[in-house]
């Protein structure tokens, strides 16, 4: 069994999510088993994997676990009506909660699962002098799943987890931190396994047990591939058995990304290479970063592995959609609206293209600050862009949005190697971006499927959006290009040969 531990999986992900998920496919594709591992609570988990067209058995979290809620195999869709209020009780509802009341006295609030036509998601209890005491959350699939308790002050103090048969499993105490909020200061599981109470003192102790629960289960073999650094590393140093760890490195792993030899390593990496010879393997989405960290640890095992897979191209000429069938003069970006991805920059460079191309367009997904995403709209207004530009929210399926643009762009500092990139190539747009570690060098071949800029030269990216704007027929062979280096390097079936070659099995 194969184990890929993240944090979560959330409505707007990052790229970190996202080769997990494309993950997991490739290895049910190959009838192997894997799991995603989340770690956080989370209630809405199992609608919330369907948007990326994953099943319940492709994600295992933590809290499903040991309440015994991983293979709940049908769904109850709760409303207000079947939770049964007191008859004589006055219900006031509203768009997102309504109001249970008994008399003039607030009793409860019944709250809604976002985007559905209520579906109870909680339940608030009022003592007679309006002050929150008690809240039943409710999962998604209709069971009540935990219960919180408030003392005198409103602030958190107990947190008990159930089974969906009603059994209480677990409890999480709270005591006041230094500012007067909750912090988590124990956890109990009930009874576990008949053997009586087991204690940890948070989270992250409680996620170690989980994992080294995960790995006596598993027949034969068990491999964990941790995501997240910060949330995988910490606990497979702690995981002392004979299970397999790897760890699969997104980030640019240096502080400072031109130096990446000799810089400081990122806080989350550091503990892992200082005891590299306890992970079997460290996984990399590009060749380059292979080189500068085993500069660094020659005897590490190391190695890189695609993020994304797509199928060889077949002779019909219906597997691409040429430039003349997309929006005409159309750039994208996809990735998170930040300030180190060089948003600003991007649509300053873009406002170039326009003075070239008038009726150039440029369309960017993705997830950001809300005061930053207000500071790019204003700086839209300020370029007389709001005509051109359209900042769309992130987009779970953004897969069928790149077959509608021209050609993709990125500006940032550093990235362990962009999975939007690969993405757009494998849907035929050329990429133009700035040189940086990791991906722009090793995705795209200079002036055949896109082009590499030095960074800061804005003006120099402009002239070659203008250049492959301005004609249709270099833009053709760029875009033909892009499918045919993407669907040539990171086939399904040379992927999967690589994971076996690495791995050392054949699974």
């Known amino acids: 069994m194969f184990y890929f531990i993240n944090e979560y999986i959330l409505q707007k992900n990052s790229s970190v999510e996202h080769t997990a998920i494309n993950r997991v496919k490739l290895f049910t594709h190959y009838k192997q088993p894997a799991k995603i591992v989340t770690k956080i609570y989370d209630r809405l988990l199992h609608r919330t994997i369907t948007d990326f067209s994953l099943t319940d058995e492709q994600v295992i979290n933590m809290f499903d676990?040991?309440?015994?809620?991983?293979?709940?195999?049908?769904?109850?869709?709760?409303?207000?009506?079947?939770?049964?209020?007191?008859?004589?009780?006055?219900?006031?509802?509203?768009?997102?909660?309504?109001?249970?009341?008994?008399?003039?006295?607030?009793?409860?609030?019944?709250?809604?699962?976002?985007?559905?036509?209520?579906?109870?998601?909680?339940?608030?209890?009022?003592?007679?002098?309006?002050?929150?005491?008690?809240?039943?959350?409710?999962?998604?699939?209709?069971?009540?799943?935990?219960?919180?308790?408030?003392?005198?002050?409103?602030?958190?103090?107990?947190?008990?987890?159930?089974?969906?048969?009603?059994?209480?499993?677990?409890?999480?105490?709270?005591?006041?931190?230094?500012?007067?909020?909750?912090?988590?200061?124990?956890?109990?599981?009930?009874?576990?396994?008949?053997?009586?109470?087991?204690?940890?003192?948070?989270?992250?102790?409680?996620?170690?047990?989980?994992?080294?629960?995960?790995?006596?289960?598993?027949?034969?073999?068990?491999?964990?591939?941790?995501?997240?650094?910060?949330?995988?590393?910490?606990?497979?140093?702690?995981?002392?058995?004979?299970?397999?760890?790897?760890?699969?490195?997104?980030?640019?792993?240096?502080?400072?990304?031109?130096?990446?030899?000799?810089?400081?390593?990122?806080?989350?990496?550091?503990?892992?290479?200082?005891?590299?010879?306890?992970?079997?393997?460290?996984?990399?989405?590009?060749?380059?970063?292979?080189?500068?960290?085993?500069?660094?640890?020659?005897?590490?095992?190391?190695?890189?592995?695609?993020?994304?897979?797509?199928?060889?191209?077949?002779?019909?000429?219906?597997?691409?959609?040429?430039?003349?069938?997309?929006?005409?003069?159309?750039?994208?970006?996809?990735?998170?609206?930040?300030?180190?991805?060089?948003?600003?920059?991007?649509?300053?460079?873009?406002?170039?293209?326009?003075?070239?191309v008038p009726a150039a367009t440029f369309t960017l997904f993705g997830y950001g600050d809300p005061k930053y995403l207000e500071d790019m709209q204003k700086l839209i207004t300020e370029l007389n862009l709001e005509h051109n530009v359209t900042l769309n929210d992130y987009t779970p399926g953004i897969e069928s949005e790149y077959d509608h643009y021209q050609v993709l762009v990125n500006m940032a500092f550093a990235d362990g190697g962009p999975v939007a990139m690969a993405e757009a190539m494998m849907h035929g747009l050329p990429v133009v971006s700035y040189r940086f570690n990791y991906g722009p060098a090793e995705y795209i071949d200079e002036g055949v499927n896109g082009y590499l800029i030095d960074s800061g030269q804005s003006l120099a990216m402009a002239e070659k959006i203008v250049d492959l704007f301005n004609d249709d027929k270099l833009l053709a062979d760029f875009s033909k290009a892009a499918y045919t280096s993407a669907h040539t390097r990171w086939t399904r079936r040379k992927v999967w040969n690589r994971w076996q070659r690495n791995l050392k099995t054949s699974f």
């Open 65 to 356: 676990y040991f309440q015994e809620a991983t293979d709940l195999k049908q769904s109850v869709f709760l409303k207000a009506d079947d939770i049964h209020l007191p008859i004589d009780y006055e219900i006031s509802v509203g768009a997102n909660y309504s109001q249970v009341s008994n008399g003039d006295t607030l009793v409860e609030n019944v709250g809604f699962i976002p985007g559905t036509i209520g579906r109870v998601f909680y339940q608030e209890f009022f003592d007679p002098q309006g002050n929150r005491i008690e809240t039943d959350l409710w999962d998604w699939r209709g069971f009540k799943s935990a219960t919180q308790y408030f003392g005198q002050n409103g602030k958190l103090i107990m947190q008990r987890y159930y089974t969906p048969t009603g059994k209480n499993v677990l409890e999480e105490y709270y005591a006041p931190d230094t500012q007067g909020n909750p912090l988590l200061s124990r956890v109990i599981l009930k009874n576990y396994h008949g053997e009586g109470d087991r204690f940890f003192q948070n989270s992250d102790d409680l996620f170690v047990f989980f994992l080294k629960e995960l790995s006596k289960q598993a027949e034969g073999t068990t491999t964990f591939i941790s995501d997240r650094p910060g949330t995988g590393v910490k606990p497979l140093l702690a995981l002392d058995d004979a299970s397999r760890k790897y760890v699969y490195i997104p980030i640019n792993h240096a502080v400072n990304p031109n130096d990446p030899v000799h810089a400081d390593l990122d806080g989350f990496l550091q503990p892992a290479f200082e005891h590299f010879k306890h992970f079997d393997g460290f996984i990399t989405a590009t060749v380059q970063q292979v080189e500068h960290l085993s500069v660094r640890y020659p005897t590490a095992n190391i190695f890189a592995m695609p993020a994304a897979t797509t199928l060889p191209l077949s002779k019909e000429a219906d597997d691409q959609v040429t430039p003349d069938q997309r929006k005409r003069h159309s750039l994208l970006y996809v990735g998170r609206i930040a300030q180190d991805k060089r948003i600003d920059q991007l649509l300053r460079m873009f406002s170039l293209v326009k003075d070239r």
